[in-house]
Nanobody
Framework: QVQLVESGGGLVQAGGSLTLSCAAS????????MGWYRQSPGKQRELVAA???????NYGNSVKGRFTISRDNAKSTVSLQMNTLKPEDTAVYYC????????????WGQGTQVTVSS
């Protein structure tokens, strides 16, 4: 089992920046992909960004060029640098991990609220 603890959400004005962080503990050596999803009221959960243990990245179309995901394998942490934030980025952001051999997220963080005011 992997446990995830997120930090860094909050309120920011449009055009501003925030950084989210997520620390993993437990069976960390089984982690392949780390990433973030987000969900806002009335919308489906959507992939924001993901990064594999080898450093390969994947971004949702709506955040490409504005968000950057990074990972510290030694510390089992993943970060999401969010720049040029827009009101439509307002959502609860969830950290997740996918284990080696798995295709779906196996663990989720508790979620952190990001609110972007116009």
């Amino acid at each position: 089992q992997v446990q995830l603890v997120e930090s860094g959400g909050g309120l920011v004005q449009a055009g501003g920046s925030l950084t989210l962080s997520c620390a993993a503990s437990g069976s960390i050596f089984s982690i392949n992909t780390m990433g973030w999803y987000r969900q806002s009221p009335g919308k489906q959960r959507e992939l924001v960004a993901a990064i594999t243990s080898g450093g390969g990245t994947n971004y949702g179309n709506s955040v490409k060029g504005r968000f950057t995901i990074s990972r510290d394998n030694a510390k089992s942490t993943v970060s999401l640098q969010m720049n040029t934030l827009k009101p439509e980025d307002t959502a609860v952001y969830y950290c997740y991990v996918t284990l080696y051999g798995g295709r779906q997220p196996s663990s989720w963080g508790q979620g952190t609220q990001v609110t972007v005011s116009s």
